[in-house]
């Protein structure tokens, strides 16, 4: 029996918000804690671990790292940490170049199905023939990363590779999956850790469930 590529996170994983501590301004906002964050630090450092034994073990061994923002912002930080600390197979550090790219597909909790992202042709041509891993935080219908790895494909990179802290189990799915992925969740929406509802909630630090009252608070 072959091991998950993730950790799967059902309903019946739920933490009740009395365990955590909540910022204040948040307590009625949110329904429960689905990803506590010590538990969201441990997969970090795993997923770093596995992504920094597949750099190829050459004299000089790089990767340029882009991140997908907003969202992706503290995964990445905290996985750059975390690879830093790491070496190839034969002993050798490994060089990061660091990149970021601004994505836009919601409007309030659902995909607008329309993907923007800005990058100048110049800054494109930066990923020729180089080993690229995009950071990101979740994965829903799969169709932003699919659109953002035909934009790279254009300009030859040496090697594309994703990882995603969250993959949601929704049947809007494209069936795209990442290489890297931290956790499998229910379909339903969920902020916390850098992942926000009209730019809310970034600033807590566990991955919960939005309330009804919080999708009307802070709904555009």
């Known amino acids: 029996m072959s091991t998950p590529k993730w950790i799967d996170v059902t309903t019946e994983n739920l933490y009740s918000l009395d365990h ?14 689905l990803i506590p ?15 920094a034994a597949d750099i190829p073990d050459v004299e000089e061994p790089s990767l340029v790292v882009c991140c997908v923002l907003k969202g992706g912002h503290q995964f990445f930080a905290d996985l750059i940490n975390q690879i830093k600390k790491l070496q ?62 035909e934009k790279l494909s254009e300009y030859e990179p040496a090697s594309v590779k994703v990882t995603s802290l969250l993959i949601k189990k929704t049947p809007l799915s494209n069936g795209y999956i ?7 969740i229910p379909d339903a929406f969920v902020v916390g ?10 600033d807590l630090d566990h991955i919960a469930v939005i309330s009804e009252h919080g999708k009307e608070a802070y709904a555009l």
């Open 20 to 33: 955590f501590v909540i910022p204040s301004h948040y307590e009625q906002e949110i329904e429960s804690i």
């Open 37 to 51: 964050h010590g538990i969201i630090m441990d997969r970090v450092e795993k997923l770093a671990k596995l992504i």
């Open 88 to 149: 190839t197979a034969s002993g050798k550090s490994i060089k990061l170049s660091l990149e970021f790219l601004k994505v836009k597909s919601y409007h309030n909790e659902q995909s607008t199905g329309e993907v923007s992202f800005s990058l100048t042709k110049n800054e494109l041509m930066y990923y020729k023939g180089k080993n690229i891993l995009i950071v990101e935080d979740i994965i829903d219908t799969g169709r932003t990363m699919q659109k953002i790895l």
């Open 178 to 184: 990442p290489d890297y992925v931290g956790f499998a």
């Open 193 to 202: 850790y850098a992942l926000d509802y009209n730019e809310h909630f970034r």
